[in-house]
């Protein structure tokens, strides 16, 4: 599942400095098969490959396809989320360590550690499973382990509550945390 970009203002390709980014010929097509955005990082414009792929605009000038391509997709890690049907099968019968976030989408602290249980989840990944519980979605979890603030993250190993983590915490922090228990 990707996430969804809310605003980016990306100015037109004919606006940039870039000379491949002229009105261009067949040749300079199979040279360059793509642009990369100086300011946006990870994006670039994936241009058109063939010569289908060329249209021209109104004033007769041919102009290239294309799309903008977000290349961070590749590396993204999408932490799975786990919810009051599948808490004991995922976490409590867990044969290793599992991190669990417990988070809501109106939270701002929470997506401010997303990215954070993200980078570590890649980073332990077979020796820790990382999950995220939506409160909202999920509040007999959330009242069973007694979460009253978010985010919090709880480390379970064989099936029972070893530490929390109340607030949006540095990465060290998490990891100390769980290098106790791998």
């Given at each position: 599942m990707a996430g969804v970009l809310e605003t980016l203002t990306i100015p037109r390709a004919s606006a940039l400095p870039s000379a491949s980014l002229s009105p261009i010929d067949k040749s300079s097509v199979a040279r360059r098969s793509s642009v990369r955005f100086s300011e946006f990082r990870g994006l670039r414009i994936q241009t058109a490959?063939?010569?289908?792929?060329?249209?021209k605009s109104s004033s007769g000038v041919a102009r290239r396809g294309g799309r903008i391509v977000c290349e961070a997709q590749e590396t993204a890690v999408e932490v799975p989320a786990v919810n009051d049907s599948t808490w004991k099968q995922l976490v409590l019968e867990s044969d290793s360590p599992v991190l669990v976030e417990f988070w809501a989408p109106w939270c701002g602290p929470c997506r401010m550690i997303h990215p954070l249980i993200d980078k570590l989840a890649k980073q332990y990944a077979g020796k820790l499973k990382c999950y995220k519980v939506n409160t909202d979605e999920s509040p007999s979890t959330a009242t069973q382990y007694g979460i009253r603030s978010i985010p919090t993250v709880i480390i379970f190993k064989n099936g029972e509550k070893k530490d929390a983590?109340?607030?949006?915490?540095?990465?060290?922090?998490?990891?100390?945390?769980?290098?106790?228990?791998?």
């Open positions: 490959r063939s010569s289908a792929l060329l249209r983590v109340i607030g949006a915490v540095p990465e060290s922090t998490l990891t100390t945390c769980i290098e106790k228990f791998l």
